[in-house]
């Protein structure tokens, strides 16, 4: 279990800055929903939560179990338990899905030391392990065999990163628009899979333009306004149905009354 903290973020790329004050804290058994429009900097915020170089933090702090990860590489918080799905996966030519997975739950379950996580001694073990969650994500055991992302579509992509979430057991899940490019049967799909990997030891922070993948979550605890480089406002689930209804505009209009 992981409690995430953000203090007064900011973080400029390339002498910009584009977070500008970003407030939030998360606990054991969370689901929150970031949303915002194009170019507020959700994204970055995901990006420099795992410690992307590109982002240079100039004031405040990210927290895990309050000591700052700040310092730490992006395989170190991985090992904390930080996981991030990437809103336009990466192809690796040469890796394979199934050595991929196997090896990344290993050193995670070394390094987290978690006496709950199973242990795998053989890979036939590991592989019915893999059936059993790459079915829960809608993808064919065929995947397991080919090299990671590599031919995949969009929404297998997608459902890729949803499958690495499930099996890996991370204690911090940040997922920036698992829901982008996908029909409305994947969306549901996907939604399904990763309420799946919801229990009261591990933190969902779900990234998205929009609230049509949060209606199909069976659990959503907190939904933050994201624009201008921080978070504007928090309410309940209810908070996604306003924003579908009347738009980011009445928040900043809000704001600035």
Avoid: C
Avoid at 41 to 48: D, F, N, V
Avoid at 65 to 93: C, H, M, N, W
Avoid at 124 to 138: A, T
Avoid at 162 to 175: A, C, E, F, G
């Amino acid at each position: 279990m992981a409690t995430l903290e953000i203090k007064d973020l900011h973080v400029s790329r390339e002498g910009k800055e584009i977070l500008k004050g970003v407030n939030l804290k998360t606990e054991p058994g969370e689901v929150h929903a970031i949303m915002g429009p194009n170019g507020s900097g959700k994204s970055t915020l995901a990006y420099t939560m795992l410690g992307h170089p590109k982002f240079q933090v100039t004031k405040g702090d990210i927290l895990l179990d309050g000591e700052s990860i700040l310092k730490l590489r992006t395989d170190q918080r991985a090992k904390k338990g930080l996981f991030l799905g990437f809103q336009y996966p990466t192809e690796v030519s040469g890796v394979g899905f199934s050595h991929f997975l196997r090896t990344s739950y290993n050193a995670l379950s070394k390094a987290l030391k978690d006496n709950d996580r199973e242990v795998f001694i053989t890979v036939r073990e590991f592989q019915k392990y893999l059936k059993k969650n790459i079915n829960d994500v809608g993808l064919a055991d065929e995947f397991l065999s080919r090299y990671l992302n590599e031919g995949f579509s969009g929404g297998e992509k997608k459902r890729s990163e949803v499958l690495q979430m499930t099996v890996l057991q991370p204690t911090v899940s940040i997922l920036d628009e698992p829901d982008s490019g996908l029909d409305i049967d994947s969306v549901q799909a996907v939604a399904k899979a990763i309420s799946k990997t919801f229990s009261k030891n591990t933190t969902t922070i779900l990234i998205t333009h929009y609230a049509r993948i949060l209606n199909y979550l069976d659990k959503l605890d907190f939904v933050h306004v994201f624009a201008e480089g921080r978070i504007l406002k928090t309410g309940d689930s209810s908070l996604a149905g306003e924003l579908e209804e009347k738009g980011y505009d009445w928040v900043l209009e809000k704001k600035s009354d």
